[in-house]
């Protein structure tokens, strides 16, 4: 009798020991997924031409963005031809020894998002475009509703986070 109560208690014993040890074991972290950060090109010269740089207000802001990136696992920065948005993207790819990939700003909204998605699966990625686009491209890459751009708008930002399963959270903040 004594022998079979030894045996049930050393068999839970073993149960429990199993049940702690499987609580504490270490998982594999899934991938973080991928964070998509959108604005507009910072404040530009106003000195009537198609391609105006960035105002010294723009210069600041440019360098704000790169400094809100500082931390960030950047792994692209894209921004369209114009020099405004190649001088908003300039300092946080720099930051980063990354190239800043130019992509057509006629390029529909939903094939560039497709494009990102399918390029860029983890880390950070930096798109700067224009008060016209980036309400488009935003929506786009996270099937959701995002209001329109004021020309006068120069500090929002969106973020666009999907988790390891592929769902985006969006994020619209001032910077």
């Not at 964070?35 to 010269?45: G, L, P, W, Y």
């Not at 099937?143 to 666009?160: A, F």
Request: proline share 5%.
């Amino acid at each position: 009798m004594k022998m079979r109560y030894s045996r049930q208690f050393a068999a839970l014993a073993s149960l429990l020991l199993v049940f702690v040890l499987s609580a504490c074991a270490t998982r594999a972290q899934q991938p973080a997924g991928v964070t998509f950060i959108v604005v507009r090109h910072a404040e530009k010269v106003d000195d009537g031409s198609k391609d105006p740089p960035l105002s010294e207000a723009g210069l600041a802001r440019a360098q704000a963005v790169a400094a809100a990136l500082r931390d960030a696992p950047l792994r692209g920065v894209y921004a369209t031809a114009y020099r405004r948005t190649q001088q908003t993207a300039a300092p946080a790819a720099h930051a980063h020894s990354l190239p800043v990939v130019t992509y057509d700003a006629k390029l529909a909204a939903t094939n560039f998002a497709a494009q990102l998605r399918r390029e860029h699966a983890t880390g950070t990625v930096l798109v700067v475009g224009h008060s016209n686009t980036v309400p488009g491209i935003a929506a786009a890459l996270c099937d959701c509703t995002v209001s329109p751009m004021e020309d006068t708008e120069y500090d929002r930002w969106i973020r666009i986070q999907f988790d390891a399963s592929g769902d985006a959270t969006l994020q619209e903040t001032r910077y």
